[in-house]
């Protein structure tokens, strides 16, 4: 069972940054491949990146290719996401999610487990 928790949502001005981070509980967190994704409202959840358990390989939607970056910390159970050059179509709810398999995907239903969400906002 692995239980996560993000946080760093907020509001932000085009152009910004902001970084989100996503604690997970349990000794077992370097056993997950992680990934963010994003729902906005009235939109179906998109997937914004992904890295695996060692954190040696990404991978990114082309939306956010080049602004985006994950990373994780194994030794602290934290997966980043960091954000630049924020336009207002970021504007999402951010989630990150955990899964058992060991390479980055882009598919929502492969991921076990599951963030309640952070807010980020992006104001033209």
């Known amino acids: 069972q692995v239980q996560l928790v993000e946080s760093g949502g907020g509001l932000v001005q085009a152009g910004g940054s902001l970084r989100l981070s996503c604690a997970a509980s349990g000794r077992t967190f370097s056993s997950y491949a992680m990934g963010w994704f994003r729902q906005a409202p009235g939109k179906e959840r998109e997937f914004v990146a992904a890295?695996?358990?060692?954190?040696?390989?990404?991978y990114y939607a082309d939306s956010v290719k080049g602004r985006f970056t994950i990373s994780r910390d194994n030794a602290k159970n934290t997966v980043y996401l960091q954000m630049n050059s924020l336009k207002p179509e970021d504007t999402a709810v951010y989630y990150c999610?955990?899964?058992?398999?060991?390479?980055?995907?882009?598919?929502?239903?492969?991921?076990?487990?599951w963030g309640q969400g952070t807010q980020v906002t992006v104001s033209s």
């Open positions: 999610a955990a899964h058992s398999g060991g390479a980055t995907t882009s598919y929502a239903a492969m991921y076990n487990y």
């Open positions: 890295i695996t358990r060692s954190g040696s390989n990404t």
